[in-house]
Structure formats: structure tokens, C-alpha cells
């Protein structure tokens, strides 16, 4: 079992649609939570990232962790054609020396 | 906007070769990294440095090498590059601490023929 599960898509909405990410983990050490964002030809830059369980909101992004169930997800609102990209979640255990394990990414693209 | 470069951007090279794919960044920070990238599958660590002279493998074995002679600056070197080296290659930095944000580069994508 690979410690994180991400369905790698690719996912396809229309512009103003709300959009569910979501990843799966085996690891209950891990602790904080990241999502990545990658345009074509580019390297991943972080686009959210939360500490343990609960809700963060950046704008029209929404990161919710529920470590009991190992699950975490990535809504975006009121989605754009900005919006389309490859979305990798990615998690550590957080101490000093211990690297950060991604999914594969979801990619997603947003038509107008 | 992330200061990590990376050279080449595109390489198509025989089998054979020694390659080396540049890695510099001006943010100053302590911790550097190379991923692996293929499609559809999940980045995956090579190397990684915490600080001049310091150099360690990742979780995904590697043919390649590296070096940390200056902070700024972390290549990767194949000695006799082969088909199954075709990848993307990622380099990364992150402040010290927990790596909780790595500032990526735009990657080098490599073919070997």
C-alpha cells in the first residue's frame, strides 16, 4: 500500500464550478499537510498547507484535513480557467529530517 | 517568484554520456533536493543536502550523483547516461526546519536515447 493515494484524474469542469480534490494516507505520524500546485512545464509551487486536523481558507481554496479518517481535500470555488493545473497533496511527520511524500497529482482542467 | 534555476531545461542525449544538470538558487537557504518526476506518478526524492558537504540519497535509488561545494549550488551528475534515466528532474530548496515549503525549479527534462 503506498502511504499516499491520489486519483490522478484528469478531472474536467466548466468555469464557476466547485472542485473536490481529495488524497488518502496510511501514515498516522504525519502532521502537516500540503498542496502543491504545477502548470504545464513548471516546477510544483505550495499553494496551501495545514498543521494537524481542520479547515484553512486562502481566497476561493478551502484545504480540510480529517486525520481520523487519514483524509484530506482540496476545494476550489468558483473554479477558473486560471485554475488548470496539476494539484498534488503532499505530507510529512514534520521533524527535522523527515521529507515530504506527494501523490501522484490530480490534474485538472477548467473550461470556459 | 521562486530564485531556483535549473540548466538545461531540455536535454535529448545518447546512451553513454556524462550529463550534469545544474541546480542554483539565491534565496540563501540550507536545504536543496532533486526529485524525480514521471508521469503520472509521484515525485519521488533522489538526493538531498542539508548544508555545504552534506549530501544524502533519497528514498528512490539513483545512478546519479551529487555535490554541495557551495550553498547555492547543487548539480547532478550521471557518469554514462541510459534510456531508463529519460525523466524529469526537479530541483528544490527550503529554509531550515521542517520542509514544509520547498521553492521548486522549473525542472530539467532529460531523454536519453
Known amino acids: 500500500q503506498k502511504e499516499v493515494e491520489q486519483d490522478p484524474g484528469p478531472l474536467s469542469v466548466p468555469e464557476g464550478a466547485i472542485v473536490s480534490l481529495n488524497c488518502t494516507y496510511s501514515?498516522?505520524?504525519?502532521?502537516?499537510f500540503m498542496w502543491y500546485r504545477q502548470y504545464s512545464r513548471k516546477g510544483p509551487e505550495l499553494l496551501m498547507y495545514?498543521?494537524?486536523?481542520g479547515n484553512k481558507e486562502d481566497g476561493r481554496f478551502t484545504a480540510q484535513v480529517d486525520k481520523s479518517s487519514k483524509y484530506i481535500s482540496l476545494f476550489i470555488r468558483d473554479s477558473q480557467p486560471s485554475d488548470s493545473a496539476t494539484y498534488l497533496c503532499?505530507?510529512?511527520?514534520?521533524?527535522?529530517?523527515?521529507?515530504?511524500?506527494f501523490g501522484k497529482g490530480t490534474t485538472l482542467s477548467v473550461s470556459s | 517568484e521562486a530564485d531556483i534555476y535549473q540548466t538545461p531545461r531540455y536535454l535529448v542525449i545518447g546512451t553513454g554520456k556524462k550529463i550534469t544538470l545544474e541546480c542554483s538558487q539565491t534565496?540563501?537557504?540550507?536545504?536543496m533536493y532533486w526529485y524525480q518526476q514521471d508521469p503520472g506518478m509521484e515525485l519521488h526524492l533522489i538526493h538531498y543536502?542539508?548544508?555545504?558537504?552534506?549530501?544524502e540519497k533519497g528514498d528512490l535509488s539513483s545512478e546519479s550523483t551529487v555535490s554541495r561545494i557551495r550553498t547555492e549550488h547543487f548539480p547532478l551528475t550521471l557518469e554514462s547516461a541510459r534510456p531508463s534515466h529519460t525523466s524529469q528532474y526537479l530541483c528544490?530548496?527550503?529554509?531550515?526546519?521542517?520542509?514544509?515549503?520547498?521553492?521548486f525549479g522549473e525542472g530539467s527534462r532529460l531523454t536519453v536515447l
Open positions: 528544490a530548496s527550503s529554509e531550515r526546519g521542517t520542509a514544509r515549503e520547498l521553492f
Open positions: 501514515n498516522s505520524a504525519f502532521q502537516y
Open positions: 495545514t498543521y494537524s486536523s
Open positions: 503532499a505530507m510529512t511527520e514534520g521533524q527535522a529530517g523527515t521529507a515530504l511524500i
Open positions: 534565496m540563501g537557504h540550507d536545504k
Open positions: 543536502s542539508y548544508g555545504v558537504n552534506s549530501t
